[in-house]
């Protein structure tokens, strides 16, 4: 929640598993500066390029290429998962799609960077559950992926770049499982439109309707998605 001044107290009363929360990071003015690089220490797209070319990354096991992109048939816009199956992902392979306008998203890159995995297991134990986290590069003016919703609280960490949000209603409260996704004439009413800058932070409920795009004044756009209380209630025990 830093550098707001929201309590952790506010948080839970106020916004947790309830509406979505966009914490700025330069909220306070007095605190821009010595604030500005909060989460840079955390991932990079240059560390990126070189996990890719020094470690075996299988496709649907520690990556996806996904799109979202108009069919030339229906001419409905959806996402698409290019993956050629659980092969190598080679570093030509990942960054020609990259260049093309493609997303590539990188699967539990806890397993690679103990700063995520200490940030992981310290949220861990203030919420009491599992907490996993993927990351998303995407360039500049493209979405990897269609509106949908997620059967996890999510905290979005922006890295590099900007992207804006944009969240809708949910027509399931809580929901235990996934969504499929939206047509862009199926959606609910928005309930938040922000684009994010480094540093800032966006949370969102489970069940929370969103979709994010590059915007197209930066090169590209990095952030770690790391999520929580999935199917994580009483009905679980």
């Known amino acids: 929640l830093f550098p707001s001044k929201m309590t952790p107290s506010q948080f839970y009363s106020d ?15 007095d605190d821009t500066k010595t604030n500005g690089t909060r989460l840079s220490n ?17 496709y649907g096991r520690d990556i996806n ?21 659980p092969t190598l992902a080679t570093p030509q392979q990942v960054w020609d799609h990259f260049s093309q306008g493609c997303s590539i998203r990188l699967l539990r890159p806890q397993k690679h960077d103990d700063v995520v995995l200490s940030l992981l297991s310290l949220l861990e134990l203030e919420f009491g559950c599992g907490v996993g ?8 003016g493209n979405q990897g992926f269609a509106p949908h919703y997620d ?12 992207k804006k949000w944009s969240v809708y209603e949910p027509v399931d409260k809580l929901p ?19 684009v994010l800058e480094e540093g800032d932070v966006l949370y969102m409920p489970r069940g929370s309707i969103h979709e994010a795009e590059t915007v197209d004044d930066v090169d590209h756009s990095l952030h770690l998605t ?9 009905a679980d025990l």
């Open 42 to 58: 955390i991932l990079s797209k240059k560390e990126i390029e070189h996990r890719i070319s020094h470690n075996a990354f299988i």
């Open 65 to 85: 290429i996904t799109n979202y992109t108009q069919s030339p048939t229906t001419k409905i816009r959806r996402r698409v998962t290019i993956d050629p199956g």
């Open 151 to 162: 059967d996890v609280d999510v905290f979005i960490l922006q890295l590099e770049g900007r």
């Open 15 to 29: 916004y947790f598993e309830k509406k979505p929360l966009h914490i700025p990071n330069n909220e306070n003015d």
């Open 133 to 140: 986290a993927n990351a998303y590069l995407t360039p500049r």
């Open 226 to 234: 790391v999520s929580f209380m999935q199917n994580w209630c009483w």
């Open 176 to 194: 235990r499982a996934s969504s499929r996704d939206f047509r862009r004439d199926d959606l609910p009413p928005k309930v938040l439109d922000v």
